[in-house]
Nanobody, 121 residues
Framework: QVQLVESGGGLVQAGGSLRLSCAAS????????MGWYRQAPGNLRELVAR???????NIPDSVQGRFTISRDNAKNTVSLRMNRLKPEDTAVYYC???????????????WGQGTQVTVSS
C-alpha cells in the first residue's frame, strides 16, 4: 500500500503565499518524479511543477518565477512554495508521484487526495 498525504492548502488573498507539502509512505522501493498538479472546476488536471530525484524541474510558464518545488529524497516528501498567488491559481492541488513498490515492478502513478487552494481577489 502506498499513500500520498498532502497538507497546507487554504484561503489566501491575491499576492499572498502558501506552502504545500506531500509525504509518500508505505511499500516504496523507489520514487521517480514527484510533482504537483491542479484542477479547477470545469478544467482538466494540469501540471504545476514536478521534480526528478536529482532535482531537475519542470515548471510551466503560468507559474514560473512564482512557484518553487523541492523534495527530500530521504523522507519521500515534496513541497511547493507558492508566491504572488493570483485568483486564477484557485484549484484543488494534487500531489503525484511515480513509484515502484518492488524491484520487479515498474513505475506507477500514485495520487494524493487533493487539497483546496483558494485565492481571493
Amino acid at each position: 500500500q502506498v499513500q500520498l498525504v498532502e497538507s497546507g492548502g487554504g484561503l489566501v488573498q491575491a499576492g499572498g503565499s502558501l506552502r504545500l507539502s506531500c509525504a509518500a509512505s508505505g511499500s516504496i522501493f523507489s520514487i521517480n518524479y514527484m510533482g504537483w498538479y491542479r484542477q479547477a472546476p470545469g478544467n482538466l488536471r494540469e501540471l504545476v511543477a514536478r521534480i526528478s530525484p536529482g532535482g531537475s524541474t519542470n515548471i510551466p510558464d503560468s507559474v514560473q518565477g512564482r512557484f518553487t518545488i523541492s523534495r527530500d529524497n530521504a523522507k519521500n516528501t515534496v513541497s511547493l512554495r507558492m508566491n504572488r498567488l493570483k485568483p486564477e491559481d484557485t484549484a484543488v492541488y494534487y500531489c503525484g508521484a511515480e513509484i515502484r513498490v518492488g524491484v520487479l515492478s515498474g513505475y506507477q502513478d500514485y495520487w494524493g487526495q487533493g487539497t483546496q487552494v483558494t485565492v481571493s481577489s
